[in-house]
């Protein structure tokens, strides 16, 4: 029977694709969890996978162009870190920036606001941390919504230029836009006029 949950584990594996981060829970409608880790254990050995962290693993990725495997994307990690405990999770302060564009800068720290506990995480010289919100600032609201309201909230109210919102505009789809305006009712009253004003250029 082991031979079964062990190729199930390693199909699941194979078909995702490079670069694909995976926790053991991913692993838990087949197997029990020391069977995941064991058999996941066997696929680092192989060079199938890579371990990041604790019971985080990434399918690696190699450039063709750089001659070598591309490092683990962190947000990547903190999604599949937040599928393992049930978080909400959204990008904030200069990590949000990024996401949505608005900087070049990589985040010396990949922060989060989560309605989980406080958590930090580290490997190599990356550093992702889980800052506990509750629940009103992050339940109910779809990614996009979410890192929108981040990110106005990062850069401060006085700091909203018109080439800003033009910009947040071009990044969000008419739905996006229309699901931000819907969710984002209950945020402070200036985040929602700068929503308004994004969904309406």
């Not at 979410?146 to 789809?173: C, F, H, P, V, Y």
Request: proline fraction near 2%; glycine fraction near 6%; include cysteine.
């Amino acid at each position: 029977m082991s031979n079964g949950y062990a190729d199930k584990i390693r199909e699941r594996v194979l078909s995702a694709t490079n670069g694909t981060v995976f926790t053991t829970s991913d692993f838990s409608d087949i197997a029990d969890n020391n069977t995941i880790r064991q058999n996941m254990l066997r696929l680092v050995n192989e060079g199938v996978l890579k371990r990041i962290l604790g019971g985080v693993y990434e399918k690696p990725k190699y450039s063709k162009l750089l001659g070598e495997y591309v490092a683990v994307n962190p947000d990547a990690v903190a999604q599949a870190l937040a599928r393992s405990y049930h978080w909400t999770i959204a990008p904030c302060g200069n990590t949000a920036l990024n996401m949505i564009g608005l900087s070049t800068q990589v985040p010396a720290t990949w922060s989060y606001i989560s309605d989980g506990p406080y958590r930090k995480y580290e490997w190599n010289s990356t550093c992702i941390e889980f800052k506990h919100r509750t629940n009103k600032e992050i339940t109910g609201l779809s990614y996009m919504t979410a890192l929108l309201i981040q990110a106005i909230k990062t850069l401060g109210k006085e700091s909203i230029t018109q080439d800003i919102i033009e910009t947040l505009s071009e990044k969000l789809t008419r739905k996006e836009k229309d699901a931000a305006l819907k969710e984002a009712s209950r945020s402070a009253d200036w985040i929602f006029r700068i929503i308004k004003q994004i969904s309406e250029v």
